[in-house]
């Protein structure tokens, strides 16, 4: 029997990954993280056990019971858990933690995927089991980006790719080549409220992977509240890194974008 754990945090990519990986015959285990996973999860795997998210040795332990030697995160898991939330965590979570040079995503990210090789657990590419969700290159919706909407484009997939190489975010937000927002510990939506505010109506939105993008984890996705930030601030145009970034939902988005006359561009750069 081919099992999966799968380490979920908010969003509707725990549920997709879980729905590809059943009907890959796998039977999924998952560790749904607390607070953040949505409680329809279950209705999706073949086991689930809810484990608070500052508890890692609960989360190891749980795994290596139910005998998962391989497992994907699928997910966000806000960084900013770190600092504004009351969650305890427990020793093993904190010896994590105290043994990192910074607290950056891919330190963090890193160090987490170590501790689970210790323990005989393999961090899987999540593309493995999205790879349908991946961003498709082209304009996606009825309405095409104007000219200046294209220069604004390849302006922010330059900022946003030093941003990603610096490991800062992922998530620029532009208007006449001018950087309204970049995303930080906020997060994409937030970042993308904050840009569209300042820049008032016809901000683009470009999200892309980091330069050397670790496909295990923080793999960059796209959904509906991404796109419901954009309405709030009237954004116009969202590009998505084509093929390295994940599109959930992608025929809702698509149409709700094509009504309020929102562009989405898969863009290579």
């Not at 998210?53 to 806000?78: C, D, E, H, L, R």
């Not at 990192?100 to 995503?105: C, E, F, W």
């Not at 050397?212 to 991404?226: E, S, Y």
């Not at 939902?249 to 309020?260: D, Y």
Request: glycine share 8%.
């Amino acid at each position: 029997m081919k099992k999966l754990g799968l380490i979920a945090g908010t969003g509707e990519l725990p549920k997709a990954v879980a729905t590809e990986a059943k009907a890959r015959g796998y039977t999924v285990f998952a560790i749904a993280l607390d607070p953040l996973a949505d409680r329809s999860l279950s209705s999706y795997v073949d086991e689930i056990k809810r484990v608070n998210v500052g508890k890692f040795g609960t989360i190891i332990k749980s795994m290596k019971q139910y005998g998962i030697t391989k497992a994907v995160m699928a997910g966000k898991v806000p960084k900013t858990l770190l600092y504004k939330s009351n969650i305890t965590p427990d020793l093993r979570a904190v010896k994590l933690l105290f043994s990192l040079r910074d607290r950056s995503d891919d330190s963090i990210l890193l160090a987490i995927m170590k501790e689970l090789e210790k323990e005989g657990i393999q961090l899987l590419d999540i593309t493995s089991f999205s790879s349908s969700l991946l961003t498709p290159d082209g304009v996606l919706t009825k309405r095409r980006p104007t000219e200046d909407e294209w220069k604004d484009i390849a302006f922010g997939w330059k900022i946003a790719k030093e941003i990603g190489r610096l490991d800062i975010g992922q998530t620029v937000v532009v208007k006449n080549r001018a950087v309204m927002a970049v995303e930080a510990i906020e997060g994409t939506d937030e970042a993308i409220k904050r840009g569209g505010a300042l820049a008032g109506s016809g901000a683009v939105v470009v999200k892309v992977s980091k330069p050397n993008q670790d496909m295990r984890f923080d793999v960059p996705a796209v959904g509906l509240d991404t796109l419901h930030a954009m309405i709030e601030v009237h954004a116009s145009v969202l590009s998505v890194e084509s093929k390295k970034s994940i599109f959930l939902e992608r025929e809702k988005i698509v149409e709700e974008s094509n009504k309020a006359g929102i562009s989405i561009v898969g863009y290579e750069g």
